[in-house]
């Protein structure tokens, strides 16, 4: 059978965000199930590396869990945090291969926005130079606003991650409208030679369209995808996002 024409398009990375494996074992307080074994299978299941968000209540991920994640996978390890003092020290001693700063709030049931790179917290900005100094490179979790994308730029971020929530809440013209920012954002921020990765309310059914976007390198993927190895195992919810990624880069524009 002919599998018809290759996509042009560059590869995208898939970071799986095991957050919600440590979830499932703080609910019992048992030892099970570990996320860094959960991310030895993603890694070995075809994922390009994976993400871990250390809050600060400590409320899924802990300390111990990102060192062995750290230890154990020979891929890359996407450290997400709020730009704290507590943070960035323990991001130097661990050295991830890249940190997403993320804004973050206790009564927050998750990640509910994008980080105001443009109000220019003096914080932020110490966060981004004490990393780029310890050699981590930085990325920052922002919405497809430009203000927000000048602003990581002059504040000398290396990667942009553009807030889908938004995309993945609405739903119709509103859902098309919210893809055309997503991807001019995506668009603009490879023109100015940032890294470009997409996270937030990802779905197997919301995926399509914004693989479909060129310009996008990366995505960081964890709720959905953990809940889809509930029914298709964690192996095969990694390799079924990895071929909606492809499905989608291949189909012609
Ligand atoms: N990217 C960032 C920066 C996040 O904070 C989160 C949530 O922790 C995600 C991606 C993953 O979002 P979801 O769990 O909805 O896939």
Redesign the pocket.
């Known amino acids: 059978m002919n599998p018809g024409p290759k996509s042009q398009k560059p590869r995208v990375r898939l970071h799986v965000?095991v957050?919600h494996v440590a979830t499932v074992r703080n609910a019992r307080g048992t030892a099970y199930p570990c996320p860094a074994e959960a991310s030895e299978v993603c890694m070995a299941a075809g994922a390009d590396g994976i993400?871990a968000?250390l809050r600060e209540d400590r409320r899924h991920i802990r300390d111990e869990d990102v060192r062995a994640i750290r230890r154990r996978i020979p891929g890359l390890l996407n450290l997400?945090m709020a730009a704290t003092r507590e943070m960035v020290a323990f991001a130097i001693a661990i050295k991830p291969h890249i940190v997403?700063l993320?804004p973050e709030r206790r009564e927050e049931r998750?990640?509910e926005g994008g980080l105001d790179v443009a109000g220019g917290r003096e914080s932020l900005r110490t966060a981004i130079s004490e990393l780029t100094s310890a050699g981590i490179p930085v990325s920052l979790?922002i919405a497809p606003s430009p203000a927000q994308l000048h602003a990581s730029l002059a504040a000398g971020a290396v990667q942009v991650?553009f807030h889908t929530g938004e995309y993945a809440n609405l739903t119709g013209d509103s859902r098309a409208c919210e893809l055309e920012i997503i991807r001019a954002a995506c668009d603009e921020a490879r023109a100015a030679k940032l890294h470009v990765a997409l996270?937030?309310?990802?779905t197997l059914e919301n995926i399509g369209p914004l693989a479909a976007i060129e310009s996008v390198e990366e995505f960081?993927?964890?709720?959905?995808l953990i809940a889809d190895a509930i029914f298709l195992s964690l192996s095969g919810a990694v390799r079924a996002y990895r071929a909606a990624i492809e499905a989608s880069r291949a189909e012609p524009q």
Do not use: K, L, R
Not at 220 to 224: C, D, P, R
């Open positions: 965000n957050d993400t968000h997400e997403t993320v998750t990640t979790f991650e996270g937030h309310g990802i960081n993927i964890g709720h959905a």
